[in-house]
C-alpha cells in the first residue's frame, strides 16, 4: 500500500484544485496597482510628475506556477503548462533563472532555425552489450522509429573509414534523426512563452516558506507533508528579495536542482526513510572538443558512439569534428570551476578516436594536435541511475521535477515538459506514462539503469 502511495503522491492533487495564491479578498495585478497608485499620487500632488521607483526587474508578487531554471526543461514544462490551459491567461507562469517547429512560431516573426542535421546516430556494441541495444532497437522500432541494425560486416560497407575491430554489433538511425543547435531552440523557446504570457526574473531562489501537516500510512508509519506557500527570489546584485506567493514550484534548476530541493527540506529527514531521501542530482563537469582533420569521415558521417564511451560527429562543412567522453568515476573533474583540461583530450578521447578511425591517427602525429576549441559544462547528474526525475515529491506535494537527465534531458525536453505540466493540470501523465521516472524509486531502491549516455 505504501509503495502504491509513493507511486501516486500523498496529493499533490491538480493545479486546478487549488489554483488561487491569495489569501483573502482578491488582489490585483502587481503592475495594475503601480499604475494605480500613480494616477491617485498626480492627482493629489503639484508640480511634475512623479516617477515611482523602478520595479519591472521584479518578479510578481504572485504566480500559480514558478519555474526554478530557465533552461530547455524548464521552458518545455511552461510551454506546455500554456498550450494545455483551458483558457488564455487562465494561469501565471513565471520562470526564475540564474544566470523547430511550428510550435514555437511567433506572428509576424522570423521562424526558428534550429540547424537541424538528419545524419542520424551510429551506435556500436561489443559483443558484451550487443544483445542490450538489440532490445533498444526492438522498442525503438514499436514505436515508429526508422533503426536499423548492421553486422560489423555491414558496417564497414556503409561506413568504410570505420575500423570494426571489437564491433559485434551497430544500430544506425535512417530517418528524422540527427543533432541541431541547442542555444537556437533555447532562444527560440524562450521567444514562444514569453508571447504566451510566460513571465521572467533574473534571479536566486533562496528560500521557500512552507507548511506542515502530519499524516500516517496504512503501515503506521508516520510521515510529514509539507506544502510550499511562498518562494524568496533574491535579485542580482543587490541584498534585497522579492517574496512570491504560489500553488506549485516546479523544480527544473538542473545541476542544482539538488540544492533547490534541500531548500525545501526534501531529504533532511532520518537516513533511510522516505523524509530522509535526497533528491541524488549534482553537478558534473563535461568537456567538448573541437578538432579538425581534413582526411577525416565526409559529409555522411553520422554521430558515432563508440564502444568505449567516445563520441563524434562533423560539425560544419570545413572539416572540423566534434566529441569527447565522460570520465570514470575516479576521473570526474572538480566541478568549481569550467577550466578546460586539454591533457584529458590527448590521454582519454584521442586514443580511441584513432583506432576506431584510422584517419585521426594523423591528429597524435602532431605536436600540438589541431583542437581549435574546447568548452566545459555542467550535467545534471543522476548519482542514482543517471537518469531523469519527473513528476511530484511524495511529501512536499506542491513540488515537481523536470531534472536529474546526466546529459539527455534536451532530447527528451518536449516529452518532459508536456508530462509534467499534464501531472500539474490533470493530476496524472496522460500522453506519455513517465511513473518509471518518479522520486519515490530513489526510496525504493529501484534503478532505471541506461546505457550509452554520452
Aim: hydrophobic fraction near 40%.
Amino acid at each position: 500500500m505504501f509503495r502504491r502511495v509513493l507511486q501516486l503522491g500523498l496529493g499533490p492533487g491538480r493545479l486546478t484544485r487549488g489554483l488561487g495564491t491569495r489569501r483573502g479578498s482578491f488582489t490585483l495585478d502587481w503592475e495594475a496597482q503601480v499604475l494605480e497608485v500613480k494616477k491617485k499620487l498626480r492627482s493629489i500632488l503639484p508640480g511634475e510628475p512623479l516617477e515611482l521607483h523602478d520595479t519591472s526587474h521584479l518578479p510578481p508578487e504572485h504566480s500559480d506556477v514558478v519555474i526554478v531554471g530557465g533552461g530547455i526543461l524548464g521552458l518545455s514544462v511552461a510551454f506546455w503548462l500554456k498550450k494545455l490551459e483551458k483558457k488564455r491567461d487562465a494561469i501565471r507562469v513565471l520562470v526564475v533563472e540564474q544566470d523547430h517547429t511550428e510550435h514555437l512560431a511567433v506572428v509576424d516573426a522570423p521562424p526558428v532555425d534550429l540547424k537541424f542535421n538528419p545524419a542520424g546516430y551510429l551506435v556500436l556494441a561489443s559483443e558484451k552489450d550487443a544483445a542490450s541495444l538489440e532490445n533498444k532497437v526492438r522498442v525503438q522500432r514499436q514505436e515508429g522509429a526508422k533503426i536499423c541494425l548492421m553486422s560489423a560486416e555491414q558496417l564497414q560497407n556503409k561506413f568504410p573509414w570505420i575500423n570494426t575491430e571489437g564491433v559485434a554489433l551497430a544500430s544506425y538511425g535512417m530517418e528524422d534523426e540527427g543533432w541541431f543547435d541547442p542555444w537556437s531552440l533555447l532562444h527560440g523557446l524562450r521567444r514562444k512563452v514569453q508571447s504566451m504570457g510566460v513571465l521572467f526574473c533574473q534571479g536566486e531562489v533562496t528560500r521557500f516558506i512552507t507548511s506542515s501537516s502530519h499524516m500516517e500510512t496504512s503501515s503506521r508509519e508516520e510521515v510529514i507533508l509539507k506544502r510550499i506557500h511562498e518562494v524568496h527570489v533574491k535579485m542580482d546584485n543587490s541584498l534585497e528579495y522579492q517574496p512570491v506567493e504560489c500553488a506549485v514550484v516546479i523544480n527544473a534548476a538542473g545541476a542544482w536542482s539538488g540544492q533547490i530541493a534541500e531548500l525545501a527540506g526534501i531529504g533532511n529527514g532520518p537516513p533511510g526513510t522516505l523524509q530522509g531521501t535526497k533528491l541524488p542530482v549534482e553537478p558534473r563537469k563535461r568537456y567538448v572538443y573541437l578538432w579538425h582533420c581534413p582526411q577525416g569521415p565526409g559529409l555522411e558521417a553520422p554521430l558515432v558512439a563508440d564502444t568505449s564511451g567516445v563520441y563524434f560527429r562533423r560539425e560544419g562543412l570545413g572539416s572540423n569534428y566534434l566529441g569527447g567522453c565522460s570520465p570514470t568515476e575516479e576521473e570526474e573533474p572538480d566541478p568549481a570551476n569550467l577550466e578546460v583540461d586539454h591533457d584529458f583530450f590527448q590521454k582519454k578521447v584521442l586514443p580511441h578516436l584513432a583506432q576506431r578511425v584510422p584517419a585521426f591517427e594523423t591528429l597524435k602525429c602532431l605536436m600540438h594536435p589541431q583542437v581549435h576549441s574546447a568548452w566545459a559544462g555542467y550535467y545534471d547528474y543522476n548519482t542514482f541511475d543517471q537518469n531523469g526525475v519527473v513528476g511530484p515529491h511524495p511529501l512536499v506535494v506542491n513540488m515537481y521535477f523536470a531534472t536529474g537527465f546526466s546529459g539527455h534531458g534536451l532530447q527528451h525536453a518536449p516529452g518532459i515538459g508536456r508530462a509534467v505540466a499534464e501531472m500539474v493540470l490533470q493530476g496524472g501523465f496522460e500522453t506519455i506514462n513517465m511513473s518509471p521516472f518518479l522520486f519515490s524509486r530513489f526510496y525504493l531502491g529501484e534503478k532505471l539503469q541506461d546505457y550509452n549516455i554520452l
